[in-house]
């Protein structure tokens, strides 16, 4: 079932449909979204991280995801400090929900590397 574009939430895990920053192609990947509810109320975009299946490589603003089952991935995952806003039109559907403690790590990494 297709959510409307409001009912995203923070923590919600997403497959989404982008262009790469190269401009080579498209893909679909998961990413967590970051923006809230009241964000997405009013505007068409969402604020997301991307997520990797590398998890061998973890640079500054990367978190490794405890709960990656619990967030309906399907592999050990890390979610990166590579953050993009997207039309919520590239969302194509919910995967998961972060867990509350994986969230919260994000959050903290997200404000480091922003200084925040």
């Known amino acids: 079932m297709t959510r409307s574009r409001i009912d995203y939430e923070q923590g919600d895990v997403v497959l989404v449909r982008f262009v790469f920053t190269d401009e080579t192609g498209a893909g679909r990947r998961p990413a967590v979204i970051l923006s809230t509810g009241d964000y997405h109320r009013g505007r068409q975009e969402a604020i997301i991280a991307a997520i990797t299946s590398n998890v061998q490589r973890l640079l500054v603003g ?33 995967l998961g929900v972060m867990p509350a403690a994986d969230m919260q790590s994000i959050r903290d990494k997200i404000k480091y590397v922003l200084g925040l």
């Open 62 to 94: 990367d978190h490794l995801i405890e709960g990656w089952q619990e967030a309906g991935l399907l592999f050990p995952s890390v979610v990166t400090g590579i953050v993009r806003t997207i039309k919520q039109a590239m969302i194509e559907r919910q």
